[in-house]
């Protein structure tokens, strides 16, 4: 009897040998597979933007400066080594939209958004591949518990979310943004692709300008910038909150903890950053100090708000006070939400930490808040996430000193806006030799794939301790 493989046409058993590698793959370890994905993403749109057709002159852009842009375009972060608005063809600009959605939702999450369309159902492994995509604790010390934001059974769920509220909430911003491009004078098709590329560029919290004035041009205009920080912030609360939202908008206090949280920290944070920036830049007339109080209060919210990782200013940053700079660093540093767009440790990540110094300064044993108890192993990957991250920040910005003999703190800016993927920058990208681009484009890439995940890649597989050692304690503090 001839073996069933051997029976099957040639194109049907190429197909399954190649499923049968791919499975493989997804087996071994999902987090490195998901830095595999992320390198080979970058790779290509590196290719695609070294072609001349992507460029504006028609010409071969510089190898260094294409593989930046892949990375900031995959990474959503928003710095550039070129001028983003006047370099790119049409081609090129369409490169970046389409780099940005795959970066912001995730690349694990996109291809089983895909494997979704394809077969119409989600195995369990597609299943605990977007599960660990959307919580880092899932791929860190496998199943979580019921204060998990999103359940396993759910995640077919989510990922329809992903895909609907991105596609709804760009195109909702895009047409309600048309009308302010209009009135700035741009013409009709022009107005039309502008104002979809801002949207896109908002929710994915990359912050790339299509046209070369940036947010000038719209700098009162309030309308315009408060849909940017809608935008941006929608982008910045995570998934996994905006479909606890949709499904659960008038029975708060069901919402998850990750949820109540989430938004709590994210809302003190913004808030506390406006309050700052406008005390600190108001005397300052290179930035806020030459308008009016009413003026100077908004620009400073729409900052605030753009240091979570949304990368667009209305004023220039170069220009700020020193410890402006010092508090955009740490707002820079914290980012938005678990499972979004932004970048950054998460804010979370800060009201875990935060919860528990309450605690032991109350001298109780557990994290509580919002009437849960949250459990140890919830900490012990906030402090590895906060430690890896200081530690990267630290080790870039000294190659970097050292490569571009700048100050510190324009340094330490623009490392820690490329480490949390928020696309401010101080002046520096633009002025890069080679080695630096590299430098920054690798911080990038690590802010990225989140220290959680090439944590997990690098012990994909755990031992089993049988033993426990005699426990004695250090001093501490």
């Given at each position: 009897?001839l073996?069933?493989?051997?029976?099957?046409?040639p194109q049907v058993s190429?197909?399954?040998?190649?499923?049968?590698?791919?499975?493989?793959?997804?087996?071994?370890?999902?987090?490195?597979l998901?830095?595999l994905?992320?390198?080979a993403?970058?790779?290509?749109f590196?290719?695609?933007?070294?072609?001349?057709?992507?460029?504006a002159?028609?010409?071969?852009?510089?190898?260094?400066?294409?593989l930046?842009t892949?990375?900031?375009?995959?990474?959503?972060?928003g710095?550039a080594t070129?001028?983003m608005?006047?370099?790119?063809?049409?081609?090129?600009?369409v490169?970046?939209?389409v780099?940005?959605?795959?970066?912001?939702?995730?690349?694990?999450?996109?291809a089983?958004?895909?494997?979704?369309?394809?077969?119409?159902?989600?195995?369990?492994?597609?299943?605990?591949?977007?599960?660990?995509?959307?919580?880092?604790?899932?791929?860190?010390?496998?199943?979580v518990p019921?204060?998990?934001?999103?359940?396993l059974?759910?995640?077919?769920?989510?990922?329809?979310?992903?895909?609907?509220s991105?596609?709804?909430?760009?195109?909702?911003?895009?047409l309600l943004?048309?009308?302010s491009?209009?009135?700035?004078?741009?013409?009709?098709?022009?107005a039309?692709g502008?104002s979809?590329?801002?949207?896109?560029m908002?929710?994915?919290n990359?912050?790339?300008s299509?046209?070369?004035e940036?947010l000038?041009?719209?700098?009162?205009?309030?309308?315009?910038l408060?849909l940017?920080?809608?935008?941006?912030?929608?982008?910045?609360?995570?998934f996994?909150?905006?479909r606890?939202?949709?499904?659960?908008?008038?029975?708060?206090?069901?919402?998850?903890?990750?949820?109540?949280?989430?938004?709590?920290?994210?809302?003190?944070?913004?808030?506390?950053g406006?309050?700052v920036?406008?005390?600190?830049?108001?005397?300052n007339?290179?930035?806020?100090?030459d308008?009016?109080?009413g003026?100077t209060?908004?620009?400073?919210?729409?900052?605030?708000?753009?240091?979570?990782?949304g990368?667009?200013?209305?004023?220039?940053?170069e220009?700020?006070h020193g410890?402006s700079?010092?508090?955009?660093?740490?707002?820079?540093?914290?980012?938005?939400g678990?499972a979004s767009?932004?970048?950054g440790?998460?804010?979370?990540t800060?009201?875990?930490?935060?919860l528990?110094?309450?605690?032991?300064?109350?001298?109780?044993r557990?994290?509580?808040?919002?009437?849960?108890r949250?459990?140890?192993?919830?900490?012990?990957?906030?402090?590895?996430?906060?430690?890896w991250g200081?530690?990267?920040?630290?080790?870039?910005t000294?190659?970097?000193?050292?490569?571009?003999?700048?100050s510190?703190?324009?340094?330490l800016?623009?490392?820690?806006s490329?480490?949390?993927?928020?696309?401010l920058?101080?002046?520096?990208?633009?002025e890069?030799?080679?080695?630096?681009?590299y430098?920054?484009?690798?911080t990038?890439?690590?802010?990225?794939?989140?220290?959680?995940?090439?944590?997990a890649?690098l012990a994909?597989s755990?031992?089993?301790?049988?033993?426990?050692?005699?426990?004695?304690?250090?001093i501490?503090?």
């Amino acid at each position: 009897m001839l073996d069933r493989t051997e029976a099957l046409p040639p194109q049907v058993s190429d197909s399954r040998r190649q499923a049968g590698r791919i499975a493989a793959v997804l087996r071994s370890s999902p987090s490195r597979l998901a830095i595999l994905v992320f390198v080979a993403l970058i790779l290509v749109f590196t290719v695609l933007f070294t072609t001349p057709l992507a460029s504006a002159d028609g010409t071969t852009t510089h190898f260094a400066d294409a593989l930046f842009t892949a990375a900031s375009v995959v990474c959503v972060t928003g710095l550039a080594t070129v001028d983003m608005a006047t370099h790119w063809s049409v081609f090129g600009k369409v490169l970046i939209v389409v780099g940005t959605q795959i970066g912001a939702v995730g690349v694990l999450t996109f291809a089983s958004i895909l494997g979704l369309v394809v077969t119409r159902r989600l195995g369990l492994r597609a299943k605990l591949i977007a599960a660990g995509d959307s919580n880092p604790l899932r791929t860190h010390s496998g199943a979580v518990p019921e204060g998990q934001a999103v359940r396993l059974g759910e995640v077919g769920t989510l990922l329809l979310t992903v895909a609907v509220s991105t596609l709804t909430i760009e195109a909702a911003v895009g047409l309600l943004l048309l009308p302010s491009v209009l009135v700035a004078g741009y013409p009709f098709w022009t107005a039309v692709g502008d104002s979809f590329y801002y949207a896109a560029m908002a929710f994915t919290n990359t912050g790339f300008s299509p046209n070369a004035e940036g947010l000038a041009p719209f700098a009162n205009d309030y309308w315009f910038l408060t849909l940017l920080m809608v935008a941006v912030f929608a982008g910045s609360i995570g998934f996994p909150v905006i479909r606890a939202l949709t499904k659960q908008f008038r029975t708060p206090r069901r919402w998850p903890i990750h949820v109540k949280l989430t938004l709590t920290t994210s809302a003190v944070l913004l808030a506390l950053g406006a309050v700052v920036y406008t005390a600190l830049e108001a005397s300052n007339p290179r930035t806020l100090g030459d308008a009016g109080a009413g003026h100077t209060a908004f620009q400073a919210l729409f900052f605030s708000m753009m240091t979570r990782s949304g990368g667009f200013a209305t004023i220039d940053v170069e220009q700020m006070h020193g410890a402006s700079l010092l508090v955009t660093d740490m707002l820079m540093f914290i980012g938005g939400g678990s499972a979004s767009t932004a970048g950054g440790i998460k804010v979370t990540t800060l009201a875990v930490l935060f919860l528990a110094a309450v605690a032991e300064a109350r001298g109780r044993r557990s994290m509580e808040a919002f009437g849960r108890r949250i459990p140890s192993d919830v900490l012990r990957v906030a402090v590895a996430v906060v430690l890896w991250g200081a530690t990267i920040v630290a080790v870039m910005t000294i190659v970097l000193l050292q490569i571009t003999g700048d100050s510190l703190d324009r340094v330490l800016f623009e490392v820690i806006s490329a480490f949390a993927t928020c696309g401010l920058s101080s002046g520096i990208s633009a002025e890069l030799p080679e080695a630096g681009k590299y430098v920054l484009a690798a911080t990038m890439f690590l802010g990225r794939v989140g220290t959680v995940t090439i944590a997990a890649a690098l012990a994909a597989s755990q031992s089993r301790q049988l033993f426990r050692r005699p426990e004695e304690r250090p001093i501490v503090g």
